[in-house]
C-alpha cells in the first residue's frame, strides 16, 4: 500500500511574501486580476485592477496637490524674495539715518504690511537725524530685556513698554516685533508694531526679522562711523 504524503501547506504570508518578490506575477497571469476581489470601504466587492486603479488616482490626486502646495510655497518665496531685495537695496543706498528711516519704514509698513516703525538708538551724543530717536544709556531702560538676548522677538508688549517704544501711537499698536541691533556693541533696536494683535506672535519665527536686523545693523555702523570722520 502506497503511503500517502500530505501535501504542503502555503501560508498566506508565503503568498505575500512571494508577490512582493515578483511584482511582475500578474504581468504572465493577467487573467487571475479579473477573478481576485477585494472588499470595499462601503462592504461591496471590486476586482483587483478596479482597486488598484482606484488607489492610483487617489495617489494621483494626493501628489497634484503637494505639488500644487510646493508651487503655492515657491511664488510665496518669489515674491518675498523681491520684497526683501528691494529693502537691502534700498538701505545700501542710504547715506543718512533718515535715510535709513525712510527706507525702513516703506519696507515694512508697504511691503511686509507693518503699521508702525521705530528705529531707537543707544548714544551719548546727538545724531543727525529727525527720524531716529536716541537713548543715552541702554541698561536704564524699559528695553534692555528684549535687548539683552540680541534676538528678535515678538508678540503683545506690555502696557508700559508699548507706550515706551511707540508713544503718541502706542494705543493702536496691539502686537509687535522688536529686533536688537548688535553689531559689535548694541547699537539700538528697531520696533515694528501692528494694529492687528495676531500679526506678531510669539510662537512665529523670526529667521526674516534677524536678517533685517544684521542687514540694517550694519548699513547703521557705517552712517555711524562716516559721521564720526
Not at 512582493?20 to 506575477?25: G, I, L, M, N, Q
Not at 510646493?70 to 539715518?97: C, G, P, S, Y
Not at 540680541?150 to 508713544?167: I, K, Y
Request: hydrophobic fraction near 40%; include cysteine; aromatic fraction near 6%.
Amino acid at each position: 500500500m502506497s503511503e500517502v504524503l500530505d501535501a504542503p501547506v502555503v501560508t498566506a504570508e508565503q503568498v505575500a511574501d512571494y508577490l512582493a518578490e515578483h511584482p511582475d506575477f500578474f504581468t504572465h497571469h493577467a487573467s487571475l486580476l479579473e477573478k481576485l476581489y477585494v472588499p470595499h470601504q462601503r462592504g461591496t466587492a471590486v476586482s483587483l485592477v478596479e482597486r488598484q486603479t482606484s488607489l492610483l488616482r487617489e495617489r494621483n490626486q494626493q501628489l497634484h496637490g503637494h505639488m500644487s502646495d510646493l508651487i503655492d510655497a515657491a511664488r510665496h518665496n518669489d515674491i518675498q524674495f523681491e520684497k526683501t531685495k528691494r529693502m537691502v537695496l534700498a538701505l545700501l543706498e542710504a547715506w543718512t539715518l533718515d535715510d535709513v528711516a525712510v527706507a525702513i519704514e516703506e519696507s515694512l509698513c508697504r511691503d511686509f504690511y507693518g503699521d508702525e516703525t521705530v528705529l531707537l538708538l543707544f548714544s551719548e551724543r546727538s545724531l543727525a537725524s529727525n527720524s531716529v530717536r536716541t537713548l543715552a544709556r541702554a541698561e536704564d531702560s524699559l528695553v534692555q530685556p528684549l535687548i539683552e538676548t540680541n534676538l528678535p522677538s515678538c508678540g503683545r508688549l506690555s502696557g508700559a513698554m508699548n507706550r515706551f517704544l511707540f508713544q503718541e501711537r502706542s494705543p493702536k499698536v496691539q502686537s509687535a516685533a522688536v529686533v536688537p541691533l548688535v553689531q559689535g556693541d548694541t547699537l539700538g533696536l528697531l520696533a515694528i508694531g501692528s494694529h492687528d494683535p495676531h500679526y506678531f506672535q510669539s510662537s512665529q519665527g523670526t529667521l526674516f526679522l534677524s536678517y533685517v536686523g544684521e542687514v540694517l545693523s550694519r548699513c547703521i555702523s557705517r552712517i555711524l562711523r562716516e559721521q564720526d570722520n
